[in-house]
Antibody, heavy 121, light 110 residues
Framework: QVQLVQSGAEVKKPGASVKVSCKAS????????ISWVRQAPGQGLEWMGW????????NYAQKLQGRVTMTTDTSTSTAYMELRSLRSDDTAVYYC??????????????WGQGTLVTVSS | QSALTQPASVSGSPGQSITISCTGT?????????VSWYQQHPGKAPKLMIY???NRPSGVSNRFSGSKSGNTASLTISGLQAEDEADYYC??????????FGGGTKLTVL
């Protein structure tokens, strides 16, 4: 069965960086993309960006351009999301989600369990 | 990219039908048949309920259906059940090759 297992909760100080991992199993990793979605406490879902596990192409949400980097390691079927220059409003649960197509983020059919990132001084 | 517009809340009694709307623009909802809907219970990850406007993934009840007209997509839940009480989010592919979510709708089963 398809599973996405994310790394554990993180506490970071403002200005620091965080890197969250998402290990995939149960399907051919390079046949799909991975999107990252975050949810601030009590708020809605926010799409952060997408990476094709096939060729590494990325597309990021405009508001995060320059602060976010998404990568994959096809040897371990793992996707990574690094967010830099953290601010308090980056406090959120971060989800990875398998995207329905390898060439574009059309829908998200399987989700990780979420990783809480807390930014606090 | 502005968020898609959803009603903040809807409610219905068990057995009734409800519809949640999701309004965007010609650059997202109206321009592509790539609208999807997600159900989220408190403290849980979202779950895909509808993709490509009207397709249901395997295992999702046929009480859930999706449609689109112009720049507005809709999710209809028929035969409401207590377990349907949750937050629902729409999402759409955009002309910038990105995704945009709606603000979310809280469904209350009375």
């Amino acid at each position: 069965q398809v599973q996405l297992v994310q790394s554990g909760a993180e506490v970071k100080k403002p200005g620091a960086s965080v890197k969250v991992s998402c290990k995939a199993s149960g399907y051919t990793f390079t046949s799909y993309g991975i999107s990252w979605v975050r949810q601030a406490p009590g708020q809605g879902l926010e799409w952060m960006g997408w990476i094709s596990a096939y060729n590494g192409n990325t597309n990021y949400a405009q508001k995060l351009q320059g602060r976010v980097t998404m990568t994959t390691d096809t040897s371990t079927s793992t996707a990574y999301m690094e967010l830099r220059s953290l601010r308090s409003d980056d406090t959120a649960v971060y989800y990875c989600a398998r995207s329905g197509m390898v060439v574009a983020p059309t829908y998200f059919d399987y989700w990780g369990q979420g990783t809480l990132v807390t930014v606090s001084s | 990219q502005s968020a898609l517009t959803q009603p903040a809340s809807v409610s219905g009694s068990p057995g009734q039908s409800i519809t949640i709307s999701c309004t965007g623009t010609s650059s997202d909802v109206g321009g592509y048949n790539y609208v999807s809907w997600y159900q989220q219970h408190p403290g849980k990850a979202p779950k895909l309920m509808i993709y490509d406007v009207s397709n249901r993934p395997s295992g999702v009840s046929n009480r859930f259906s999706g449609s689109k007209s112009g720049n507005t997509a809709s999710l209809t839940i028929s035969g409401l059940q207590a377990e349907d009480e949750a937050d629902y989010y729409c999402s759409s592919y955009t002309s910038s090759s990105t995704q945009v979510f709606g603000g979310g709708t809280k469904l209350t089963v009375l």
